[in-house]
C-alpha cells in the first residue's frame, strides 16, 4: 500500500501571498488531519476532515482553511502568508477501523519557507 | 480539552545508556497512547501505542513504554540506545473512541553520541 503523499515537498513564498498545499491519505483512509511543525513548539494541530466534513478545528486563525474531496484527498490553503508561517506542515491519514483506534500515518511534510 | 507534557526537550546520550524520556498528559478519561519519532529527515512514524489492556507497551527498535494511570504518564524507555537512535520523540494522546484530535508534546530531541 502506498503511504501517505504531500505535494509540493518544498515551497518558498513571499509575505502576503497564498499558498495552497494538498495531501492523498493511503487507500482507503477516510480521516485525514493537518499538523504545523515548528523548533520549539512541536506539532500544532490544525484540523482533520472526515467524508469531506471538518469534524475538528485546532486554534489557528481563520487565514488557515482547508477542505476534503470525496476521494478523500485533502487541502489546505493560508492566505495572506506571514513570516511566522515557516513551518513543516504534515498530514496524517487514518482509517478509522474502531479495531485500529484512531493510529495515524503520516507524510513526509511540505517544508514552507516564506520570505 | 487535553494536553501532553514532555518536560525533556533535548537528552544527549552515550551510546549503551539506559533512556527514559518522561511523557505526562491531562485528561480525566479514557486515552489512547503514543509514542512517535521523526528520524533526521525522515517521516514521523509509529514507535508504539496504547490503548488497552497490559500497561507496559513493547514497540519496534527495542523501545517500551510503561502507562501509569494514577500519575497519568506514559514513559518511554530503552535499555541500551544506539547512535541510530538519534531522532525527535513525539508522545501524543487521543481521548479514546473520539474523534481524529490527536494531541502532541513539544518532542524530546535524542542525541546518541557514539
Known amino acids: 500500500k502506498a503511504g501517505v503523499t504531500q505535494t509540493p515537498r518544498y515551497l518558498i513564498k513571499t509575505r502576503g501571498q497564498q499558498v495552497t498545499l494538498s495531501c492523498s491519505p493511503i487507500s482507503g483512509h477516510r480521516s485525514v488531519s493537518w499538523y504545523q511543525q515548528t523548533p520549539g513548539q512541536g506539532l500544532q494541530f490544525l484540523f482533520e476532515?472526515?467524508?469531506?466534513?471538518?469534524?475538528n478545528k485546532g486554534n489557528f486563525p481563520g487565514r488557515f482553511s482547508g477542505r476534503q474531496f470525496s476521494n478523500s484527498r485533502s487541502e489546505m490553503n493560508v492566505s495572506t502568508l506571514e513570516l511566522g508561517d515557516s513551518a513543516l506542515y504534515l498530514c496524517?491519514?487514518?482509517?478509522?477501523?474502531?479495531?485500529?483506534?484512531?493510529?495515524?500515518?503520516f507524510g513526509p511534510g511540505t517544508r514552507l519557507t516564506v520570505l | 480539552a487535553q494536553s501532553v507534557s514532555q518536560h525533556n526537550h533535548h537528552v544527549i546520550l552515550s551510546e549503551a545508556a539506559s533512556l527514559e524520556l518522561g511523557c505526562n498528559y491531562s485528561?480525566?478519561?479514557?486515552?489512547?497512547l503514543f509514542w512517535y519519532v521523526q528520524y533526521p529527515g525522515q517521516h514521523l512514524q509509529l514507535l508504539l501505542k496504547?490503548?488497552?489492556?497490559?500497561?507496559l507497551v513493547k514497540g519496534i527498535k527495542g523501545f517500551e513504554a510503561e502507562f501509569i494511570k494514577s500519575k497519568f504518564s506514559f514513559n518511554l524507555r530503552k535499555p541500551s540506545v544506539q547512535w541510530s537512535d538519534t531522532a525527535e520523540y513525539f508522545c501524543?494522546?487521543?481521548?479514546?473512541?473520539?474523534?481524529?484530535?490527536?494531541?502532541f508534546g513539544t518532542g524530546t530531541k535524542l542525541q546518541v553520541i557514539p
Open positions: 485528561y480525566g478519561g479514557t486515552v489512547n
Open positions: 501524543a494522546v487521543t481521548i479514546s473512541g473520539g474523534y481524529q484530535k490527536v494531541t
Open positions: 496504547y490503548f488497552s489492556g497490559d500497561p
Open positions: 496524517a491519514s487514518s482509517s478509522m477501523n474502531p479495531t485500529l483506534n484512531n493510529e495515524q500515518f
Open positions: 476532515y472526515f467524508s469531506e466534513t471538518q469534524r
